[in-house]
């Protein structure tokens, strides 16, 4: 198990500061094919994964590997534009410490973002997809970011997860949805350790247990977020509809993600900066 000390988040807040030393009130987590919000960053200054110590990167294609700051619709903010995967071997703990980076950087709230697959069937490639509930598959069957001794620093030992996604938050990107005309879903993600899309008799089952959408992130970083006290909002871009019979002919596959990303863009740039507006 990896524990990462409050030397190493210090060693890391004095790189990223002797670069980079602007407030931040908002933390945005950018999912697979969804990085080009960053380029509506306004005043923006960069730093690199590679020159934070401690940083791990990013080996998978549609994420960048820098953090962004600057500001969005007048909000101070520091988006990753680029994050890291259990399957990419890195522990749960290196997986959610740009999270707690965040936090110690000021952010209050967390906006995440994620590529997923539709398993709901009224779903199309191309939804956003507003989470206000999870099944973690991967923390249920023991890979936690809050495994081992808890950092008082952060947060209490038990948390509780029947809020994770903030209602108030929610509410917001709702009105924003309406006033705006932009189509929107809202469901369960399911968080699975990858790097495989999963076979037909498991999406059968996800789907039973409730689940809409399916992804390999989201819920470690979401769980690190409530445990530090920030407030989350949540999305998932539907990128692909999941193969739920063996008789499809369809193979899903990273490419049709990324391409998926380029459509989802422009609705959740429109929803997200409606939100930052609304704060």
Not at 105 to 123: M, R, S, W, Y
Not at 124 to 153: K, Q, R, S, T
Not at 212 to 232: P, W
Request: aromatic fraction near 6%; glycine fraction near 10%.
């Amino acid at each position: 198990m990896t524990i990462i000390s409050s030397a190493a988040y210090d060693s890391a807040i004095n790189a990223i500061r002797s670069r980079v030393d602007r407030p931040v009130r908002v933390g945005v987590i950018l999912g697979s094919g969804l990085g080009r919000l960053a380029n509506y960053v306004e005043n923006p200054a960069h730093v690199l994964y590679n020159d934070i110590p401690g940083f791990p990167v990013p080996t998978v294609p549609g994420h960048t590997g820098r953090l962004v700051f600057g500001t969005l619709e007048g909000v101070p903010l520091v988006m990753q534009q680029g994050r890291m995967h259990f399957y990419e071997g890195y522990s749960e703990q290196q997986v959610t410490f740009p999270t707690r980076i965040m936090k110690r950087l000021g952010a209050e709230i967390l906006i995440v973002t994620n590529a997923a697959g539709g398993i709901n069937k009224d779903f199309a490639v191309g939804d956003v997809m507003l989470i206000n509930d999870h099944l973690n598959f991967v923390g249920l069957a023991g890979h936690n970011p809050l495994m081992g001794p808890n950092d008082e620093a952060f947060g209490a030992r038990f948390i509780s997860t029947t809020q994770a996604y903030d209602r108030a938050l929610a509410q917001t990107a709702r009105a924003v949805a309406a006033r705006e005309n932009i189509p929107m879903r809202e469901g369960v993600y399911a968080g699975v350790s990858g790097p495989f899309y999963e076979s037909p008799a498991e999406i059968r089952m996800l789907r039973t247990l409730g689940a809409d959408t399916v992804g390999m992130s989201t819920v470690h970083e979401v769980l690190i977020a409530v445990h530090a006290g920030m407030r989350v909002l949540a999305f998932s871009g539907v990128t692909n509809l999941c193969v739920d019979s063996l008789d499809s002919h369809d193979q899903p596959n990273h490419e049709e993600v990324l391409e998926a990303g380029e459509q989802i863009n422009p609705r959740l740039t429109a929803l997200l900066r409606g939100v930052l507006r609304a704060l």
